[in-house]
């Protein structure tokens, strides 16, 4: 757990509650102050040592030498006009990434969702995605990765705002299974029942196809699994996303038979539509047989279009043909609206005020 400054002190936001004892019995102190500052740090989100009150003064001057507690800074806040807020974090190594507050995606069940990022920048080169053009710098920490969480949390909980996040998604920056480790930390801290306290129901980690992590994923968490998928065959896919070419579609769609997922859940499938590329009906013909038998919930996007794809998006007649021709197999397929637009937030999008001038 220790922070991306280099300067040895371990970043608290990154700690579990065992992490958090082992470090109170280093200081001398008892076992059970580590649980207390669990619960000061996550549960009672509580961002300065000072206001935790239920903690003796002198370890908590202690703490605020010895350890880290700092939230991601925002350097930029960006709002939408549909309410969607784009935040610019940089650390100070002066790495940058983005998260992306989405209110209502579902108005009748009042679903606000974060989009993380896990990594700044992307090495996987999707040929559709703004982040693949910037250059990948590091893998974000997993008190990174929570912070952006307590961050936008504490940003939009203000009354003018009025926010609260349910949702948490890794689709940000970058290929979350390519950190697992932190991904991982993170999600834990994050369904803690004793912290943060996100249903497993209300995580989900988002990968591109590294097939033996979706292997590790399915012993390691519960939470839930989105599959960037995108084409339906591998000659389409080699051609938009080239780690297909180290896993292709038969060992993917593998990993997927065989994960284990829990009673009355399903994956969710990603697809954005490139228009004349992917967005056929012979394409949803074989999305249909690809699938066949795996629980899924299918999203449709559309290409959000930015200046670093050649690809453009589809035409409205094809999304609605291929979206009829999936719901005709019985398949859950819903076509997403894009949100953010105006300010770059929207999937594929995320990059650009990340990016250095
Ligand atoms: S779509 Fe995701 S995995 Fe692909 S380049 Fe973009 S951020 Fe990376």
């Known amino acids: ?141 997993a008190a990174e990765i929570v912070g952006q969480v307590l961050a936008v949390q504490a940003d939009v909980s203000r009354p003018e705002i009025d926010g609260k996040i349910t949702n948490i998604v890794f689709m940000g920056m970058g290929e979350p299974l390519l950190n697992y480790d932190n991904v991982v930390r993170a999600a834990q801290l994050l369904t803690d029942p004793a912290g943060l306290d996100f249903s497993t129901r209300r995580v989900t980690i988002s990968t591109a196809g590294i097939v033996p992590r979706i292997y590790d994923l399915g012993r390691d968490l519960t939470t839930q699994v989105a599959i960037s998928l995108n084409a339906s065959c591998d000659e389409t896919r080699n051609r938009i996303m080239p780690i297909n070419r180290k896993w292709p579609l038969s060992a993917l769609i593998k990993a997927l038979r065989e994960y284990p997922l829990p009673r009355r859940r399903r994956f969710t499938i990603e697809y954005v539509m490139l228009g004349n590329v992917n967005d056929s009906l012979r394409d949803a013909e074989q999305l249909v047989r690809l699938l066949d038998g795996i629980p899924v919930k299918i999203n449709l996007l559309p290409l959000n279009p930015h200046s670093r794809t050649e690809y453009e998006p589809p035409a409205p007649e094809r999304v609605t043909a291929f979206q009829q021709a999936l719901r005709g197999a019985n398949l859950n397929a819903i076509l997403r609206t894009p949100r953010g637009q105006d300010i770059a937030a929207a999937c594929g999008q995320l990059g650009p005020a990340a990016s250095p001038s």
């Open 1 to 141: 757990m220790k922070n991306a400054a280099g300067d040895g002190r371990p970043a608290l936001l990154g700690a579990s509650v065992q992490d958090l004892e082992s470090l109170a019995e280093a200081l001398g102190e008892p076992r059970y102050r580590g649980r207390q500052l669990f619960t000061a740090i996550f549960n009672r989100r509580i961002a300065d040592f000072a206001e935790m009150t239920d903690i003796p003064a002198g370890l908590r001057q202690t703490l605020a030498t010895a350890c880290e507690l700092d939230r991601p800074h925002a350097t930029t806040i960006v709002a939408s006009v549909d309410g969607t807020r784009k935040y610019r974090f940089e650390t100070p190594d002066g790495v940058a990434f983005e998260s992306v507050y989405i209110p209502e995606v579902a108005k009748e069940r009042h679903t606000h969702t974060l989009c993380v990022s896990s990594q700044s920048g992307c090495s996987l080169g999707c040929r559709f995605c703004f982040t693949a053009s910037i250059k990948r710098y590091r893998n974000l920490t």
